[in-house]
């Protein structure tokens, strides 16, 4: 299996579970009462998520960016750079969201985290779009 479909194939499979427990969470907020009595941690989780994401897809573009043929990490780099930019954006949003401090358990350390991770992947997207465009 090739990386490009081993990468279709896990987000497919994380947007299905995204869709899938939609339901299934909106069923129990309405028998709780509608009271939203979550702990504040799901927007972190998927900032962290994305963050870790836009790394991983980076540092695959950076390591092919320097190879002269078809694949020269530019499009990685640039996904790179579209996930790291929306970690970034749901880690600001959910460090916005949580009130209280860090250890409270409401989801920002989480969102710390996440905008650092964001931030790296970022510049790691940032050097392989440099290094795919300065050998091509």
């Known amino acids: 299996m090739s990386v490009r479909r ?4 896990t987000a497919a499979a994380l947007l299905g579970g995204f869709v899938l427990a939609a339901p299934a969470a909106a069923q129990v907020s309405i028998a709780d009462g509608g009271s939203g009595g979550g ?3 799901a927007g972190s989780v998927v900032a962290l998520g994305l963050a870790l994401i836009g790394v991983v897809v980076g ?23 579209g996930l790291a930019l929306l970690g970034m954006v749901v ?7 949580s009130d209280g401090g860090v250890g409270t358990g409401n989801g920002r350390g989480g969102a710390i985290v996440a905008l650092v991770l964001a931030l790296l992947g970022m510049v790691v997207g940032g050097l392989a779009l440099a290094r795919s465009r300065r050998t091509a």
């Open 59 to 81: 540092a695959w573009a950076l390591r092919s960016a320097g190879r002269v043929g078809t694949g020269n990490g530019q499009g990685g780099a640039f996904v790179a750079l």
């Open 6 to 9: 081993l990468l279709a194939a």
């Open 39 to 41: 702990s504040g941690r």
């Open 91 to 97: 880690g600001v949003v959910a460090l916005a969201g």
